[in-house]
């Protein structure tokens, strides 16, 4: 009976487990962008922009790849700034290093980065919502490499949760591997307040899910982050006096807009503005306005 249930267990791991083998070179072709290998593994960056052009840097979110921030390098190139946006370790096509994926991982990844390209002493820095986390911890611990700091529906509201099965060490990898990331792709236009306003958008997720490694650091990301309170995180830039610009969509539901209130306490000198209509990507939904503000902002400082 017992070897009956694991076959029966086996099978439908591979049925349902999206991943099918490593990234492989020509995975990274197909993508596009360029590489770099740092100490914990190889990372998918693109740097574009004239070169004279002050160096503003995109960290994307969870687990959305640096395509994200598309319409924003778009506007930014075309006012003037060079831009460097990369995916983070797990993501996209950069490696997935089997470690723990937490703050000192994705702080160390980008502070490599800036150096092997060989970075200006100062940046201006963006994040968007988990990515707004990555630069809050980037902003507390190297504040003197920062002159900007801007941060799009970050990642709020306490500690992440832990279903009950994913509390579980010998089933959580099961039921996460089976169930939760065969189902992300689909997931992803709930981020937007008119989803069918972005066909394709689940579909130029899903190569990403199809590497090996991609769930275990997914996984990963989701088990650190039920340790740490996102709102201290956040808190970390008061200690520094660097300019700072929030910006959040009213009808943002992934991170709701009811946290900008606690954000914009903790954060009072951060310069604030709501985007009406806008979900959690207002950079892509209220793309015009969005990038206005976000170039302003850069200009002004």
Known sequence: MIGVVVVSGLAYYRANNPEHGPLDD????????????????????????????????????????????????????????????????????????????????????????????????????????????????FADRHPDRLRTLTMLDPAAGGRGTLRRALQIPLLRDFVWQTRDVPKMADDQPSDFTEPSRWPGWADRYRPQTHYDGFGRAMLSTRIEGSKVDRDSVLALVAHHDIPTLLIWGTEDKTVPFAHAKTVRRLLPNAEFHAIPGAGHLPGMEKAEQTNGLIIKFLRAH
């Open 26 to 137: 020509a995975a990274r072709k197909a993508a596009g962008g360029s590489y770099v290998k740092l100490s914990d593994g190889i990372t998918h960056y693109e740097l574009s922009g004239p070169d004279t052009g002050r160096l503003v840097v995109l960290v994307h979110g969870n687990s959305v790849p640096y395509y994200i921030w598309d319409s924003t390098t778009v506007a930014l190139r075309a006012a003037g700034f060079r831009v460097l946006r990369y995916d983070m370790y797990g993501r996209g096509t950069s490696d997935r290093p089997n470690t723990t994926y937490n703050a000192d991982l994705l702080d160390r990844q980008l502070v490599q980065l800036l150096d092997s390209l060989h970075a200006p002493a100062k940046i201006d820095l963006a994040g968007l919502s988990m990515g707004g986390l990555v630069v809050a911890t």
